[in-house]
């Protein structure tokens, strides 16, 4: 049995979607949650198989969730289910950690064979429009979807430790970072980074 905790913050979503996972003899629905304090409530007091989550909350965004269950489990399963097809999304949804990536219009079948995939390989990803994905990530000059968060912290002036706050990750990671779009970029400080990330058209 794969026990799931639905996170989204309409209502109708979560009760249309228990209601479609009760057809399936092999899913369970434990749990649910209609913000991030919710979210990581719940997840912490169920420790679900997989958690079923929309990237667009009311108190923040669904990346802070996978992000910060994904560095807790490598075995949680995290299917992303959101009407955002862009992919955009998609690409930061694999780079946060996420297990499979499903539109909202989806039929239920597509839902439910990305939880059975989750479960069982929750540490691969898998959606429909992978050649999008492959499209994006050749679009960032190799930065990861992290490293372009950073990146765009980067000409606000923020301190290590403000960035860490603001990306929910420690300092190390920060720094971890920097130094990765040091290295990609060939440079060896903040404005040489900054001035060829603007060239490469990555920032405004």
């Known amino acids: 049995m794969i026990q799931v905790l639905v996170i989204d913050d309409h209502a109708l979503v979560r009760e249309g979607l228990k209601r479609a996972l009760m057809h399936d003899p092999k899913v369970k629905v434990i749990g649910e949650a209609a913000s991030k304090k919710e ?45 955002s097809d862009m992919p955009e999304y998609i690409v930061a949804s694999l780079d946060a950690g996420a297990s499979a990536f499903v539109e ?59 960035m860490a706050l603001n990306l929910f990750v420690s300092e190390s990671t920060i720094k971890t970072h920097i130094s990765a779009i040091y290295r990609k970029f060939e440079v060896n400080n903040r404005m040489q980074a900054i001035n060829i990330a603007r060239k490469k058209g990555l920032l405004k």
């Open 39 to 83: 979210a990581f409530a719940q997840i912490a007091h169920h420790n679900p198989d997989v958690i079923v989550i929309d990237l667009h909350l009311p108190d923040g965004s669904g990346l802070d969730i996978i992000r910060w269950a994904r560095s807790n489990s490598k075995k949680i399963g995290i299917v992303v289910l959101t009407m």
């Open 104 to 162: 909202k219009i989806s039929p239920t079948s597509e839902v439910i064979a990305a939880i059975y995939h989750s479960a069982k390989a929750p540490l691969s990803f898998t959606t429909r429009r992978l050649s999008d994905v492959l499209a994006v990530k050749k679009e960032r000059h190799g930065l990861t979807g992290r490293e372009i968060e950073v990146l765009e912290l980067l000409p606000l002036g923020e301190t290590v430790t403000e």
